[in-house]
């Protein structure tokens, strides 16, 4: 290996050490917001917690856009040191990793890309049955079971929309896997260790 191509190595190390903690620092914060309790019947059947909910979104919110934010500036950090130091490789090498790098790179954009428009697409589900609570409430009842609703229109597009936000939970659930299973490969192939 030439000092070139070790120096892809230590970029891509450095980089993935911070993306790491980046993302662990956004799921921190994710965590601390206790989505879990944003849907809650028992959250929602009183207007503070409704109101509650919906500053907990926007706060969700925020922080994505914030995430969203920091992730670009370091992906076009990353690629242009990347870029960088592809031009100090041999020539015979250079199209090579090039080939090997830029494949990476634009699956780890588009991953990062559907994570950010299914979180887009949570968040204002999540917003749609909050309002759609705080709209009827005088004229639905909260139970242990859940939330009657007065009028048909109403019960299905409150379904449609849990039905929806299922839909986009398993889809992250299913994305995160894949996005940590590839993760760990890349750190055991550049020689670092990956805890979830």
Known sequence: MTTSEDALIQIARRYSHIGMQV???YHQRQADLELDKVLM??????????ATSIAT?????DLTATHRQAYQKLMVAFAGEMA?????LPEAVRDAERDRIVPMLEW???????FYENRDRWIAAAEQVCELIE???????????GVLFEADDDLDRFQALMTSLDEMQQRE?????????????SAAALGMSFSE
């Open 23 to 25: 993302a662990k620092a």
């Open 57 to 61: 979104l926007e706060e969700l919110r």
């Open 108 to 114: 780890q954009f588009n991953a990062q890309r559907e």
């Open 41 to 50: 019947p028992e959250r929602l059947s009183t207007p503070g917690g409704t």
């Open 84 to 88: 960088r130091a592809l031009e100090e």
């Open 135 to 145: 709209d009827r409430r005088a004229r639905l009842t909260f139970t242990d079971d």
């Open 173 to 185: 659930v299913e994305q995160l896997a894949q996005r940590i299973e590839r993760m760990k490969r």
